[in-house]
């Protein structure tokens, strides 16, 4: 029988080629976003390469805490099990703090990480029934150091939930869950459409996902994707002295 994967942020960038490939190795599909339109598209074009997968979708706009709870307990009551949730909704908005634009910094944050807990929630409440489960979540090279300007709050909402993921590897540490936390280096995808020019570094949609899909599938701790550069520049981010660090960034 299939396994079943839940992706949240699943109409566009990395969840959308996450679904893909996927669906390619043989899994059943529970996907989400705020755009069903896309979602569908998504669907028919993975159902009609693969007769056999089953695919589901669901509207959800993880900011509005009741409905992550629902549609997790809805695609449950749909599958009977999931197999791995990954955590990957997100949002790339943000602004030099103290500037005028709190609110673009508390949209980066409530749907970076006061969502992100919200699905961490409805996730554990499904793998604790079970006794089973893979917990991916989906971070950012940019935990791994604080960063300035326009990526602070970026920044530190990804740091928290790679530690939010590690706190939860801790307490089942010798259990049946298991928990992954994925530091991704740039991977063309919507959120990053506009910087793509600059960032010599960037990684197509296809390829980056594919470092992705791979950690994901050995159940890895923790992984810096695509390995190179970013398992590399990881250790000198976060080494770094300041001048230098400054000039990296
Ligand atoms: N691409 C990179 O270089 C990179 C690097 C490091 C980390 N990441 C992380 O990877 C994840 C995916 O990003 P991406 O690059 O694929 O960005 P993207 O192309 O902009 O896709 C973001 C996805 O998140 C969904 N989303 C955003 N806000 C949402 C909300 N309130 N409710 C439900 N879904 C929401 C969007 O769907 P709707 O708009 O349809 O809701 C979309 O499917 C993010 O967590 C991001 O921080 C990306």
């Not at 566009?12 to 996927?22: D, P, S, V, W």
């Not at 089973?132 to 709050?153: E, K």
């Not at 950690?215 to 250790?235: G, R």
């Not at 000198?236 to 990296?248: Q, T, V």
Request: glycine share 8%; charged share 25%; proline share 4%.
């Amino acid at each position: 029988m299939a396994k079943t994967i839940l992706i949240t942020g699943a109409s566009a960038g990395l969840g959308e080629e996450m679904a893909r490939q996927f669906a390619d190795l043989g899994y059943d599909l529970a996907l989400c976003a705020r755009r069903r339109q896309k979602l569908e598209a998504l669907k028919a074009e993975i159902t009609g390469r693969h007769t056999d997968r089953r695919v589901e979708t669901r509207q959800l706009d993880v900011t509005d805490d009741d409905q992550v709870f629902e549609v997790f307990e809805g695609f449950q009551a749909d599958f009977g099990t999931i197999d791995r949730i990954i955590i990957n909704a997100g949002l790339g908005k943000g602004a030099r703090i103290g500037t005028g634009r709190y609110d673009a910094n508390r949209a980066t944050a409530m749907t970076n990480f006061v969502a992100a807990l919200a699905q961490s929630e409805a996730a554990m409440e499904i793998f604790r029934a079970q006794n089973a489960g893979h917990f991916v979540m989906i971070s950012s090279m940019s935990a791994v150091r604080g960063l300035p300007r326009s990526m602070a709050t970026y920044a530190a909402t990804k740091a928290g939930v790679a530690h939010l993921t590690e706190g939860l590897r801790a307490e089942f540490h010798g259990k049946p869950i298991k928990f992954s936390v994925i530091y991704s280096g740039y991977i063309a995808s919507e959120m990053n459409a506009k910087a793509e020019q600059n960032a010599p570094m960037m990684t197509s949609t296809r390829k980056g996902v594919r470092a992705i899909v791979a950690a994901v599938e050995k159940e890895k701790d923790h992984a810096f994707v695509p390995p190179l550069p970013w398992a590399p520049m990881s250790v000198l981010l976060r080494h770094a002295p300041m001048p230098l660090f400054k000039r990296l960034i």
